[in-house]
């Protein structure tokens, strides 16, 4: 499944249909600021406004508010929701985010989410994980290292999704696991919207090597040190990249 991109487990299909095609609009609108909290928005002006029908209408309001951007209230309209309020670990909130005019701020959370969690996540990695998971791991880093020049990198991201997927599930902490969505957004967003290097970090690609290498050996301090690197490093390339 990981090599299928960033799409996991329990994440929505890619939009196909014309309420999802609804959502992507009324989504990032909502996300990027063009609908702020608050705002009401009537059925029948987005039926008219979207050249869609009242189902349709409906059917994207109700994932909307399944994500909790919205609410709905009978005799008021749809109402845009504070910001605090949004299921803010939803991968599709998170592409629409990373899509809109807070990118770097939002990148900047979620890799400071990423530097809380992932280090003690490789530490307890190399203290639970299975055979296999080592493999994967071992794997992953060398085709991360394999596909880091000649600007490759769609094909580098693939399996560097996939390392810290691995990581995460291997900790056999299951809420780590569950971020295995989250990470692949912020690794994709980084890639899609250019916010990394034209060739990845050498640096960077030799840690992921070397925290395979700890988790194999089941050095947890070694594990937690080189992932910490990572997530700083990956800190770093943002005040370059999205000052």
Same mark, same amino acid.
């Given at each position: 499944?990981?090599?299928?991109?960033?799409?996991?487990?329990?994440?929505?299909?890619?939009?196909?249909?014309?309420?999802?095609?609804?959502?992507?609009?009324?989504?990032?609108?909502?996300?990027?600021?063009?609908?702020?909290?608050?705002?009401?928005?009537?059925?029948?002006?987005?039926?008219?406004?979207?050249?869609?029908?009242?189902?349709?209408?409906?059917?994207?309001?109700?994932?909307?508010?399944?994500? $909790?951007?919205?609410?709905?209230?009978?005799?008021?309209?749809?109402?845009?929701?504070?910001?605090?309020?949004?299921?803010?670990?939803?991968?599709?909130?998170?592409?629409?985010?990373?899509?809109?005019?807070?990118?770097?701020?939002?990148?900047?959370?979620?890799?400071?989410?990423?530097?809380?969690?992932?280090?003690?996540?490789?530490?307890?990695?190399?203290?639970?994980?299975?055979?296999?998971?080592?493999?994967?791991?071992?794997? $992953?880093?060398?085709?991360?290292?394999?596909?880091?020049?000649?600007?490759?990198?769609?094909?580098?991201?693939?399996?560097?999704?996939?390392? $810290?997927?691995?990581?995460?599930?291997?900790?056999?902490?299951?809420?780590?696991?569950?971020?295995?969505?989250?990470?692949?957004?912020?690794?994709?967003?980084?890639?899609? $919207?250019?916010?990394?290097?034209?060739?990845?970090?050498?640096?960077?690609?030799?840690?992921?090597?070397?925290?395979?290498?700890?988790?194999?050996?089941?050095?947890?301090?070694?594990?937690?040190?080189?992932?910490?690197?990572?997530?700083?490093?990956?800190?770093?390339?943002?005040?370059?990249?999205?000052?």
């Amino acid at each position: 499944m990981d090599e299928q991109g960033p799409q996991g487990r329990g994440q929505r299909p890619r939009p196909q249909g014309l309420h999802d095609r609804l959502l992507e609009s009324l989504g990032p609108a909502i996300t990027g600021g063009d609908y702020p909290p608050g705002t009401v928005l009537r059925t029948d002006e987005l039926e008219r406004r979207y050249d869609v029908s009242r189902t349709v209408v409906r059917e994207a309001v109700r994932v909307l508010e399944s994500m $909790h951007l919205v609410e709905s209230r009978r005799r008021v309209g749809v109402t845009v929701r504070p910001t605090d309020e949004w299921d803010v670990f939803d991968p599709q909130i998170i592409r629409w985010r990373l899509a809109g005019p807070d990118r770097p701020r939002q990148l900047r959370s979620l890799t400071a989410l990423r530097s809380a969690i992932e280090p003690a996540a490789a530490a307890l990695a190399a203290e639970h994980a299975t055979p296999e998971q080592c493999a994967e791991l071992t794997e $992953h880093a060398l085709n991360m290292v394999a596909t880091s020049r000649g600007q490759q990198l769609p094909a580098y991201l693939i399996h560097d999704v996939a390392f $810290h997927r691995v990581i995460l599930r291997a900790s056999g902490n299951e809420m780590f696991a569950r971020l295995g969505d989250v990470v692949a957004e912020v690794l994709t967003g980084r890639t899609q $919207h250019r916010i990394m290097f034209t060739d990845p970090d050498p640096e960077a690609v030799t840690l992921h090597v070397r925290v395979a290498e700890a988790v194999r050996a089941s050095d947890a301090e070694a594990a937690e040190r080189y992932t910490r690197e990572i997530t700083v490093g990956a800190l770093r390339e943002l005040d370059i990249l999205a000052p």
